[in-house]
């Protein structure tokens, strides 16, 4: 008989610059609207913890983006203290962490025992997940692909 625990996700930790935002373009990512819209509204607890300080809060506004979050930081390093808020020690798989740093907020899911996808994309998909980390559950190419995730089992939320 096939038995296991499946933790639904209910929270999802968004990286900002590279992941939903283009810091080249001062734009969101193509699709990342439609994702956060998307997503909002199947009512997940959504996050930002991105890097930056007040000029990101500045882009946020400007872009209307903030509405889809329930929290917004900003910070100038990202820490596991600062994810463990948002990761329940008790059953941290119902976390998500998505991201473009594969050693940065991607280890940092991990390592508390989240699930994290990885946006392989741009400047930063060359760094490889680190050895003594669990990898990422799943890998995609742009923002827009998180809709299709089976991690997310949308029609079933
Ligand atoms: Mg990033």
């Keep these: 008989m096939l038995c296991y625990t499946y933790f639904m996700i209910e929270r ?3 990286d900002w610059k590279r992941t939903l935002y283009d810091p080249s373009e001062k734009t969101l990512l193509p699709g990342a609207e439609q ?3 998307e997503l909002a509204e199947q009512s997940f607890d959504m996050i930002l913890i991105g890097k930056g300080q007040d000029d990101m809060d500045e882009v946020i506004d400007a872009l209307d983006a903030r509405k889809y979050f329930r929290v917004v930081h900003f910070v100038a390093a990202k820490s596991d203290e600062l994810f463990g808020r948002y990761i329940p020690p ?12 594969a050693q940065g907020e991607i280890a940092i899911g991990k390592s508390l ?19 003594d980390v669990p990898p990422p559950d799943e890998t995609i190419e742009d923002i827009a692909s998180l809709l299709g995730s089976p991690l997310l089992d949308l029609q079933h939320h």
Excluded: N, Y
């Design 35 to 37: 994702v956060l819209r």
């Design 113 to 131: 025992g989240a699930r994290a996808i990885w946006v392989r994309t741009g400047q930063f998909s060359d760094e490889m997940p680190l050895p």
């Design 12 to 14: 999802i930790i968004f």
């Design 90 to 101: 008790e059953k941290p798989e119902t976390s998500l962490v998505v991201g473009d740093r």
